[in-house]
C-alpha cells in the first residue's frame, strides 16, 4: 500500500547543543542521514557520504572503534554517538530530542546499509511520525552485492536476513520460505554455513545457490552449486568470514496441501486478516488467491 508521506514538519532554526562544536562549513540541512558505509573496501565510501559524515553535527554508530577507523580514514572530526541493539531504547528519546533540536545526525552501522539487519528501524519510523526530514545515502549492502554476483535471478528475490541460531526455529523459517517463487538471501555467519546449507537441501531440496564470502575484500569468494554440493564444500573447505546466502526460489507452484503453503500463510496470518494473507501468498507463491483465502480461513479456525 502506498501512502502519503505526512507533512514534514517546519523546522525551527538549526540550535547547537553547548556539547557539540558546529561542523566547519557543513551545508546540509536539519534532518536524520542513513549513510552506507563499506563492506570491506575503503573506496567504497561514496563522495557524498564523506561530505555528510563530515559534516553532520554528530554520528550515531555501533562500535566507536570501528566507526572512528572510518572517520580517521574519511577526514572527519565530528562527535560519535553510540546507537547499538543494546542501548536503542533508552538512546533513543534523546536521539529524537537532537532532530527536534535542529541537528544533523548520521545513522551508520559497522559496514554496509543502516537498517538492513541492523539498528535504526524504530528510529527512523518515529523521526519520520515527528516530521524530521530523513535522507538516505545508499552505498555498500551485502545483500546486493551477494544477489548480483549469484548468478540467480534478480527480478524478485526475499530477503530473510539472518535465519535463527536454534534448530527447530530455522527449519520452519526455511518451511515457510519454501513455496516463495523468489530468489532467497540469508545472511550467515561463517561456522553456522554448512549446517544452514545441510538444512536448506533438506528443506528446499535441490536448489541453485550460492555462498559469497568476504565481498569486496581481498579474501572474496564466490562459490556456487546446488544446496547439498555446497554443503560439501564447506564440510571440505570451510568459509571464514563474512558470509551470504543466495538461493533459488521455488520455481513450480506447490501444491495445496503442501506443509510449506500452509507455514507461509500461518506466518502471514499472524500479521494479516486472511484476505491480505491469501493475497500475500498468492503473490509469492503464484497459487490462486482464492483457493488460499479458503485455506487461509481453515487454518484460523483450526
Ligand atoms: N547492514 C549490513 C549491510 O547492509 O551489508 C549488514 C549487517 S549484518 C549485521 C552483517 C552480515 O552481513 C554478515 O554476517 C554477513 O552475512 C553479511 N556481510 C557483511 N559484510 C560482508 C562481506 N564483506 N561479504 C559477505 N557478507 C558480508
Known sequence: MVTAPPPQREHSKPSQPDDVPAAKGSALSPGLYLVATPIGNL????????????????????????????LQACGS?????????????????????????????????????????????????????RGHAIIPIPGPSALLAALVVSGLPTDRFFFQGFLPAKAAA????????????????????????????????????????CLARELTKTFEEVRTGELAELAR???????????VLVIGGATTAATLDDAAIDAALEEALQRLPPSEAAREVAALTGHKRQDLYKRALALQSS
Open 233 to 243: 564444500s564447506c564440510a571440505m573447505d570451510p568459509p571464514r568470514g563474512e558470509v
Open 170 to 209: 530455522r527449519d520452519k523459517v526455511l518451511r515457510e520460505l519454501a513455496p516463495l517463487r523468489a530468489t532467497l538471501v540469508l545472511f550467515e555467519s561463517a561456522k553456522r554455513a554448512e549446517a544452514t546449507l545441510l538444512a536448506a537441501a533438506a528443506v528446499l531440496g535441490a536448489r541453485p545457490a
Open 43 to 70: 573506496e567504497d565510501l561514496s563522495p557524498r557520504a564523506v561530505r555528510v559524515l563530515q559534516g553532520v553535527d554528530r554520528i550515531l554508530c555501533e562500535d566507536s572503534r570501528v566507526t572512528g577507523r572510518l
Open 77 to 129: 572530526d565530528r562527535p560519535l554517538w553510540r546507537y547499538h541493539e543494546h542501548n536503542a531504547e533508552r538512546a533513543r528519546p534523546e536521539v529524537l530530542a537532537a532532530l527536534d533540536r535542529g541537528e544533523r545526525l548520521a545513522l551508520v552501522s559497522d559496514a554496509g546499509t543502516p537498517l538492513i539487519s541492523d539498528p535504526g528501524f524504530k528510529l527512523v519510523r518515529e523521526a519520520r511520525d
